[in-house]
T-cell receptor, first 113, second 112 residues
Framework: GDSVTQMEGPVTLSEEAFLTINCTYT??????LFWYVQYPGEGLQLLLK?????DKGSNKGFEATYRKETTSFHLEKGSVQVSDSAVYFC????????????FGQGTILTVHP | DGGITQSPKYLFRKEGQNVTLSCEQN?????MYWYRQDPGQGLRLIYY???????QKGDIAEGYSVSREKKESFPLTVTSAQKNPTAFYLC???????????FGEGSRLTVL
């Protein structure tokens, strides 16, 4: 079945540091890939997505590239801010999943001033 | 503003009681979902509905029940058969591209 594996956290960084959160997946066919973000006490919000190989999703300074050869979708940001502190979830949607998402376990990011 | 409203935000239940979590959306979306979130385990799908009067079990449906009588509403009942119901429950809807879900702010259920 489909699965998503994220790097274990928590991740603690200083403001303006470079961020990478690793994500790899297993899926049948050609899934769409997503990063969702959850701020404290809230639901999830879509951060970015990519629907085919070599696509780059980007939003709010975050980027992720769909790498089919390595089945990866790593999240990166060049300079994090305190306001980026949140839980980040990698997810996939297979063509036959009727819109359902399979989520990774989430990575807690804390950014200190 | 369009969105998803979940209520209550916090709920306490005694063992053996059924509880119902409300989820209402005004986004005119056809598909709705219920996920359960536990620390370190990500989100797991409980039930989903792609159209009114139809719903399917997700990965962890045992001990839960749903209904979809109206497009706007998708309530979740946590029954006494659910062995470990303490969790954060998230409702979502999807009316755009596959996988582009809109989430409510969640309901935290604690069993005393």
């Amino acid at each position: 079945g489909d699965s998503v594996t994220q790097m274990e956290g928590p991740v603690t960084l200083s403001e303006e540091a470079f961020l990478t959160i690793n994500c790899t997946y297993t899926a049948t066919g050609y899934p769409s890939l997503f990063w969702y973000v959850q701020y404290p006490g809230e639901g999830l919000q879509l951060l970015l997505k990519a629907t085919k190989a070599d696509d780059k999703g980007s939003n709010k300074g975050f980027e992720a590239t769909y790498r089919k050869e390595t089945t990866s979708f790593h999240l990166e940001k060049g300079s994090v801010q305190v306001s980026d502190s949140a839980v980040y979830f990698c997810a996939l949607s297979s063509p036959t999943s009727y819109g359902k998402l399979t989520f990774g376990q989430g990575t807690i990011l804390t950014v200190h001033p | 503003d369009g969105g998803i409203t979940q209520s209550p935000k916090y709920l306490f239940r005694k063992e053996g009681q059924n509880v119902t979590l409300s989820c209402e959306q005004n986004l005119n979306h056809d598909a709705m979902y219920w996920y359960r979130q536990d620390p370190g385990q990500g989100l797991r799908l409980i039930y989903y509905s792609q159209i009114v009067n139809d719903f399917q079990k997700g990965d962890i449906a045992e001990g839960y029940s749903v209904s979809r009588e109206k497009k706007e509403s998708f309530p979740l009942t946590v029954t006494s058969a659910q062995k470990n119901p303490t969790a954060f429950y998230l409702c979502a809807s999807n009316g755009r591209g596959a996988g582009e879900l809109f989430f409510g702010e969640g309901s935290r259920l604690t069993v005393l």
